[in-house]
């Protein structure tokens, strides 16, 4: 397969499947006249990428997981760890998201929204101290 079936297939971008060659994720056969020519076995590997990227593992993530792939004696607890580690990070931004929700809506609330000039949400981002 060309790296245009391989994308098609996949459901990633040319751009992306070169780059993950690029830094040793995949390792496509290379023609005589030196195309890449991908075996099942790349667009497998592609497509598992695709999917822990969509759950936001991070590169290096992904290079652990895809070696326990390959690992046919791996322990599913490494598995396990790189995944429960992940989703640590994903509740922490889950926090900060609702944090930064619950100070904008607060925000938003105090601010009147008419024609003065004075608006809490300008002073909080600028740094002012409101009271109340």
Not at 26 to 46: D, I, M
Not at 65 to 80: G, H, P
Request: glycine residues 10%; negative net charge.
């Amino acid at each position: 397969m060309n790296i245009g079936d391989v994308s098609t297939r996949s459901g990633l971008p040319a751009k992306t499947i070169r780059y993950y060659e690029d830094i040793g994720l995949v390792k496509p056969l290379r023609g005589e006249n030196g195309y890449r020519t991908f075996r099942e076995q790349e667009l497998h590997k592609l497509a598992f990428l695709g999917r822990a990227r969509a759950l936001g593992f991070t590169i290096e993530d992904c290079r652990a997981l895809i070696a326990l792939y390959d690992d046919d004696e791996r322990s599913s607890a490494d598995v396990k760890r790189i995944a429960k580690e992940h989703l640590v990070q994903i509740n922490a931004k889950i926090e900060g998201l609702k944090s930064m929700s619950n100070t904008l809506s607060h925000l938003i609330e105090e601010c009147s929204g008419d024609n003065r000039p004075d608006c809490p949400i300008l002073e909080d981002l600028g740094g002012a101290q409101t009271d109340g």
